[in-house]
Nanobody, 120 residues
Framework: QVQVVESGGGLVQAGGSLRLSCTAS????????MAWFRQAPGKERKEVSR????????TYDDSVKGRFTISRDNVKNILYLQMDNLRPEDSAMYYC?????????????WGQGTQVTVSS
């Protein structure tokens, strides 16, 4: 059974930093593209960043470019999202998801999310 679990969310002041982590079990982590999504109240869930199975290819939404960094450790089966210079508009529930291809729009597995709140 596949389990995806996010952690690292919390309350931070604007300009601060957080690092989110996502562990995935029950699958061969290194075979999957991983991504971070976020959803704020009343808004649609939106992809924030994606990383290929090898870690060589990364994409970012324009709203987080230069502030967020995605990375992965295929030995420890952990996905990270380093979030710097946080803004109030970054407040959302953040979800980790896995896909079989870096080009896929269909995420196969999802975590339950971790809340990020940025105060002004």
């Amino acid at each position: 059974q596949v389990q995806v679990v996010e952690s690292g969310g919390g309350l931070v002041q604007a300009g601060g930093s957080l690092r989110l982590s996502c562990t995935a079990s029950g699958l061969t982590f290194a075979d999957y593209t991983m991504a971070w999504f976020r959803q704020a109240p009343g808004k649609e869930r939106k992809e924030v960043s994606r990383i290929s199975d090898s870690g060589r290819a990364k994409t970012y939404d324009d709203s987080v470019k230069g502030r967020f960094t995605i990375s992965r450790d295929n030995v420890k089966n952990i996905l990270y999202l380093q979030m710097d210079n946080l803004r109030p508009e970054d407040s959302a529930m953040y979800y980790c998801a896995a896909a079989r291809s870096v080009y896929s729009s269909d995420m196969l597995y999802w975590g339950q999310g971790t809340q990020v709140t940025v105060s002004s």
